[in-house]
């Protein structure tokens, strides 16, 4: 028998930086890479851990890119984006948010996390305060205690739909709030702020000197009720910075592409960031950017039509379930029902779904301590599949409830 191959010993411990422990990480990778493993042990999992459309991306849209290729869009850009995209994108959130938009307010990254990343790294100082959803999407709160700020939560609770109670946000604002972070669509809650939430919060702010981290990644898909972002509030633009990207509207997320909108100034620094990490953006990818948002719109319509269908035979499924209830969220593609009627904790039962029913889920607690209680499930599978998954998931809950 062979022996197992050691690792040779090393005399030099490896010395991270204190702050690398305070770094956190988003846990739908890893659970997807468990799930993975299970399908190379022969077990067969249904998929709903991962926020990735299943879709295909746009025909137009590959080949522009494929032509791009071909064209020579192979070589280093300027660390802000293409000029033409960036005219593009603030063409297109004039028209949308109804604010007058310049190509040097936009700065295109590679996916929208960077966006979060480049703009926690460049306003929060040691003891800044950051106000921030939870649940709510897990870099926010990494990068948060990364950069040493501290985190203070605005919990998004059932009761409310998962939208955030102004009065509470307007207790937690004082003199060392430095940003506020919001999202809407939400992930993971699929809860949406009104306009008239979106206002108050405004109000709340009032002419204090903070700025606000507006994710808006999912706001094209929306099943009830219509966006409405703050950099629309008058006196706002310029305390905004909104992300959004083609990731989740076009079925790109492998493409990586997303961008920040923000007044000039910051939008430099953010720039200089972009030097100093990634150099730009792939050129090809952003002349295929281009032709998204020149393009035809109708397969954002089918897309976006698809998910609700999925969304409404999920929930019916998943309330019929013993110890789950769900909530109908309003957009994005997540359901996050509640399952405390089930007398287990998140992570325990997300576990035993993966490892026992063949379905993988994303416990609540992936998404802060408030989403305790709670599970997150991707209906970005076909019909098929999630009718699959509620079978094994009611079939588990029969044996062990």
């Not at 909530?327 to 509640?338: D, H, L, V």
Request: charged content about 25%; some cysteine; hydrophobic content about 40%.
């Amino acid at each position: 028998m062979r022996s197992a191959v050691m690792e040779p010993p090393t005399q030099f411990d490896l010395r991270l930086a204190s702050r690398m422990s305070r770094l956190g990480t988003e846990t739908a990778f890893e659970v997807l890479n468990r799930a993975r493993a299970l399908e190379k042990q022969g077990k067969q999992i249904i998929h709903l851990e991962i926020g990735e459309p299943d879709f295909a991306t746009p025909a137009n849209i590959v080949d522009a890119a494929v032509d791009a290729l071909h064209l020579g869009w192979t070589h280093y850009g300027p660390s802000a984006g293409l000029p033409d995209l960036r005219k593009e994108i603030a063409d297109y959130i004039s028209r949308t948010r109804k604010v007058p938009v310049s190509s040097d307010e936009v700065v295109v990254v590679p996916g929208g996390k960077p966006i979060i990343f480049f703009t926690i790294l460049s306003l929060v100082d040691e003891g800044d305060e950051v106000i921030y959803p939870n649940p709510g999407f897990p870099i926010y709160e990494s990068m948060i205690n990364y950069v040493g700020g501290r985190a203070v939560p605005i919990p998004l609770r059932e009761e409310r739909d998962f939208s955030l109670d102004v009065k509470e946000l307007a207790s937690l604002i004082n003199d060392r709030t430095k940003l506020i972070i919001l999202n809407s669509p939400h992930n993971p809650t699929g809860g949406m702020l009104t306009k008239k939430d979106i206002l108050d919060v405004a109000d709340a702010i009032g002419d204090r000197n903070i700025l606000v981290l507006s994710d808006e990644i999912y706001s094209r898909l929306i099943y009830e009720g219509e966006h409405f972002s703050i950099m629309s509030v008058p006196g706002f633009k310029e305390r905004t910075i909104l992300l959004d990207g083609f990731s989740k509207t076009y079925a790109m997320t492998g493409w990586r592409m997303g961008y920040g909108v923000m007044r000039p100034d910051l939008a430099a620094h953010i720039t200089r960031l972009m030097t100093n990490s990634n150099s730009c953006t792939a050129s090809f990818t952003q002349v295929a950017g281009i032709a998204a948002l020149r393009g035809d719109q109708s397969s954002v319509e089918k897309m976006s039509d698809e998910f609700k269908r999925r969304r409404n035979a999920f929930v019916a499924g998943l309330n019929k379930i013993k110890g789950f209830s769900c909530r109908m969220p309003k957009g994005a593609f997540y359901t996050f029902p509640n399952t405390t009627k089930t007398g287990w904790p998140s992570k325990k039962l997300a576990d035993a779904l993966l490892e026992q029913a063949g379905v993988a889920c994303l416990s609540g607690t992936a998404f802060g301590s408030y989403g305790e209680g709670y599970l997150r499930f991707s209906v970005a599978n076909s019909l098929e599949n999630l009718n699959t998954a509620l079978t094994w998931i009611e079939a588990w809950a029969q044996k062990n409830l």
